[in-house]
């Protein structure tokens, strides 16, 4: 498997649009685990599930990096690098993933996916701020038309719900907390792409992306086993690795997610501006709709396909932009 993802990435770096391309993957990669860790969440809860996945996740690229290039880290990196990509993974991974696990239990995934759907914008502006990327009116056209076709799927998908007393109807008090807790994971995930890509080009050298997500995701990965221990959850969680059904569904939503997904998304915004990266990442929600329809059988309603084309639509202008 390492081998034959490696080989995959090194022919698709030989690609015109590699950007655009690792953006798609990213939000094919986080619908199909998305899957996998709901499926997990429902057996050990969704804060073990968050903090398994990243140990196995490191676990991977440790060994892909060893096998590929016989050291995890290159040997010019420099202390500029080192900061940002942590400070990345701690604001985008810690801070901005923790907000969105806990505003799906407080308003649930409909509320949830569409406040996420801000965070293209908020990488456009950071990007803008702090490192001085411009964009032509017609990727600015193309984002605002992927957003609202994100925004229309979630929007439909969540019309046709019938329970009025499910997650996604929270009382008035929950549903501010989690929105500013919706609204923290989407700052955290442009956030932490935007200084992503100041470690990667703007610190005095390069770093591949494959090295700059392994800084990234072991950071984190220590950082919240740090906090696991301290909440005293440390002997439930080690429990929870014993268990072979759950860990077979962490297993394989680490492998297309944390390791995938993080992977293509430092792919994407190495070589494309941060805010297209971050509108492609964002297709999750319309990239997953044949997903929904082959698992769990659901049908999809006309106006969330016509949505889905709005977002395409506006994906390609991107692309031809």
């Not at 990442?281 to 999809?300: D, Q």
Request: with cysteine; net charge positive; hydrophobic share 55%.
């Amino acid at each position: 498997m390492p081998i034959g993802v490696f080989y995959w990435y090194a022919y698709i770096q030989r690609m015109e649009y590699i950007g655009e391309a690792a953006g798609l993957a990213t939000a094919f990669f986080w619908a199909l685990t998305s899957i996998f860790f709901a499926e997990a969440g429902k057996l050990i809860g969704s804060f073990r599930v968050n903090v398994i996945r990243l140990l196995i996740a490191v676990a991977i690229y440790t060994a892909l990096l060893l096998i590929t290039t016989g050291r995890i880290l290159p040997a010019d990196i420099n202390q500029s690098q080192l900061f940002w990509l942590t400070l990345s993974g701690l604001i985008g991974l810690i801070l901005g993933d923790g907000c969105g696990f806990k505003a799906l239990v407080m308003i649930g995934p409909r509320l949830t996916s569409l406040l996420y759907a801000s965070a293209p914008i908020m990488a456009t502006i950071i990007a803008w701020m702090f490192l001085g990327e411009k964009l032509g009116v017609w990727s600015l056209v193309g984002i605002g038309l992927t957003v609202a076709g994100i925004t229309w799927v979630v929007m439909e998908r969540g019309s046709r719900s019938n329970n009025t007393n499910s997650i996604d109807h929270p009382d008035a008090g929950s549903l501010a907390k989690g929105v500013l807790l919706g609204l923290g994971a989407a700052a955290g995930q442009a956030i932490g792409l935007v200084m992503a890509k100041h470690a990667m080009v703007h610190c005095g050298g390069e770093i591949e992306p494959l090295q700059a997500s392994f800084v990234r995701m072991s950071t984190s990965m220590v950082a919240i086993w740090m906090l696991v221990a301290l909440r005293g959850h440390l002997g439930s969680t080690l429990t929870a690795l014993r268990q072979i059904r759950p860990m077979l569904f962490c297993t394989g939503g680490a492998v297309v997610g944390p390791f995938l997904g993080v992977w293509m998304s430092l792919v994407a915004v190495r070589y494309i501006a941060t805010g297209t990266a971050a509108t492609l990442n964002a297709m999750t929600p319309v990239v997953i709709i044949p997903l929904i329809i082959l698992y769990y059988k659901e049908k999809v309603s006309l106006r969330a396909f016509l949505g889905a084309v709005v977002a395409v639509g506006g994906v390609a202008i991107l692309i031809m932009s």
